[in-house]
């Protein structure tokens, strides 16, 4: 609870999309290390839909573990 008490306070002091931006920057860098790190050769158009790959698979990967953790949490009750 403090941490969003935190985080909505830095948002009504702040930029939000300055805020945003950084961490987006960041998340977007992350990608692109893991797909030079698979291949260095990789630039232009190549590069970036390796990138586009790995984000995809980031994000279906993430959305299968909440899907597992909602029909366990469904078997429990």
Do not use: C
């Not at 909505?8 to 920057?25: E, P, T």
């Amino acid at each position: 609870m403090r941490a969003r008490i935190g985080g909505l306070s830095l948002h009504v002091k702040r930029d939000s999309y300055a805020i945003a931006k950084n961490a987006r920057k960041g998340f977007n860098k992350k990608f692109v290390d893991e797909a030079l790190a698979i291949d260095p050769s990789l630039t232009g158009r190549r590069l970036d839909k390796k990138v586009q790959l790995l984000r995809s698979l980031y994000f279906t990967k993430l959305a299968a573990r909440r899907q597992s953790k909602r029909s366990h949490r469904g078997a429990a009750k």
